[in-house]
């Protein structure tokens, strides 16, 4: 039997089918660990529920996932960005309690992102603003993403950062898809480009999240931090410190369940910044709790991973 609904998962993805018609040519050429197209194509709030339901998560906070809303064309990633923000949206007003979601913006389309924030964070009451580690191979610390991260700094939000593959590394080793090594790797070359770029520094108000234990951060923190002592970018765009803006970091737990994983994160990371993630619907919950519940950890680090960390990070759910 389920036990009582009470996690909070902040890595669950919505695929709205309107969306992923759209996209499928696009997303197919995409593959996603064992998933068929169909099941992807097919996919509802309703299964998400039940996956929910049957696994003790009481509030599931969607957002896009790799390859986003971003292909190079101004107009179709303002529409497919507003359809995607408008379907999280009606999908957490449907269910009230259930759902949250971080909205899709593009920024390599500075204006546009810049409207979708304010449109999504206004009117549509989003819960933060869901990012890709890189645009075009462009990583977060891009200087021409700066203006979207000053907006949203200024409005002290929630960024949520799933990874995709960078162009870069494609078929380095043939037949890999890139959620293997690749995914993490891209995550921790946005973080450090946040960190060299003073993106961070600047940002003081913004919480990030990193997916899947933050890459491979927890592993190489002291390593950047190291390599950044010696560099006067790095230095002197981080006047707090590297290592204090690094550690300001949140991270999730999907696909990073495994012991050296959470004891890397553990090591690294306050408790408080560990939140717990699934990956539905790419991954199923069950698995990921199974080992998380295996882990030692005391009751109440437990509990502010399932769930405090997100509700200390995400108010509006204390009253959904
Ligand atoms: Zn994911």
Redesign the pocket.
Known sequence: MADRPHRIDV?H?FLPQRYMAEEQERIAGYKHGGMTAARLLSWTPAQSLEAMDANGIAVAIG?V??PGAWFGDVAAARRLSRMWNETAAKAVQDHPGRFGFFAVATPPDTDGALKEIAYALDTLKADGIGLLSNYDGKSLGDPSFAPVFEEINRRKCVVYV??TMHPCTAGLIPGLIPQGIEFPLDTTRTITSLVLSGTLARCPDIKFIF??GGGALPFLAARITHVGQGNADFKGNNPRGIEYELKRLYCDT?SAESAPQLAAMQAFFPDSHILF?S?FP??GPKHGIETLDKYPLTPAIRAAIDRENALALLPRLKTS
């Open positions: 890595h993805h957002s996932s790799t799933h990874p997916s899947h999907a993630g990956d790419f991954i």
